[in-house]
């Protein structure tokens, strides 16, 4: 069994999810923060690729103080669990993922990760679980977490991780904000990356759920059909 799983991100007009440079962009707006935020209030567990920590070391944790009242209120954690897919355990033991808010922390990695740092992360508060041997296998990692009770997983990219997920079929909906700006750049990361469908027919369908203009963009809500 899986948690249900849906992808948001923000990306530029022209589909770029930061610069080529993989700097973080404020693409969206206030309300779009705040859209997010309540996204994240309702979920049980939030998802990043170890390439997002290492760029731009997210907290993920839930801003608005009502929101994480609300959570303690109704007996959960103050902030969802936080999940790093992380084949060599290289997330630094000071990133802000372990260092700032309370909740549980869970690495995923495989047998491939040095001991070491297993230990460093077991040190700074986080939870290991192995899946796989060389790769973070997604479909053994979401049933693992299933049985943790996650039932809603909600995954903040980057282009790496939601490709791995989209392409193995594991994700159900994706949301999307499209901001007024272009990024541009061959390089720089896409809602989805890594080696792509080879043509039409294998590509992931979407059936649109909502649009709703928000800020100075559109914030777009798809399900995933197969
Ligand atoms: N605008 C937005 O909404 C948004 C949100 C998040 C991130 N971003 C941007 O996205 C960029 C980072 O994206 P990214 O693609 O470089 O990194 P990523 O998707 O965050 O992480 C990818 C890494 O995850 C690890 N991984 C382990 N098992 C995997 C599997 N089965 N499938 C896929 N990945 C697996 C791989 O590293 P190992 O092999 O070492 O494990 C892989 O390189 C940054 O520039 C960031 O600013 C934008």
Redesign the pocket.
């Known amino acids: 069994m899986h948690p249900y799983v849906f992808i948001n ?3 530029s007009a022209d589909g770029k ?2 610069t080529h440079e ?1 700097k ?1 962009v404020p ?1 969206s707006g206030d309300l779009d923060f705040q859209r997010v935020d309540k996204l994240k209030f309702g979920a049980d567990a939030i998802m ?5 920590v290492l ?2 070391d997210p907290s993920l944790t839930v801003k608005s103080e009502e929101f994480r009242r609300k959570r303690l209120n109704s007996g959960e954690d103050e902030n969802p669990i936080r999940i790093v ?4 355990a ?1 997330t630094p033991v000071d990133s802000d993922i372990l260092r700032k808010g309370s909740g549980r922390r869970v690495i995923l990695t495989t047998r491939s990760a040095p001991s070491e740092r297993l230990d460093a992360l077991s040190a700074a508060g986080a939870e290991i679980i192995v899946v796989g041997d060389r ?2 296998d ?1 479909g053994a990692a979401l049933e693992r977490l299933h049985e943790m009770g996650v039932r809603r997983l909600m995954v ?9 997920l989209i392409s193995q079929g594991l994700v159900n909906e994706i949301y999307v904000y499209i901001g007024n700006m272009i990024l541009g750049g061959d390089s720089a ?1 896409t809602l989805a ?1 890594g080696s792509g469908f080879v043509d039409s027919r294998g590509a992931c369908r979407l059936e649109l759920i909502s649009h709703e203009v928000m800020d100075n963009g559109i914030v777009v809500k798809w399900r995933v059909t197969k």
């Open positions: 991100a923000a990306m999810i930061s993989r973080q693409i990043v690729g170890i390439g997002t760029s731009d897919v992380d084949s060599l290289k790769r973070v997604l903040e990219g980057g282009g790496r991780l939601n490709w791995g990361p990356d």
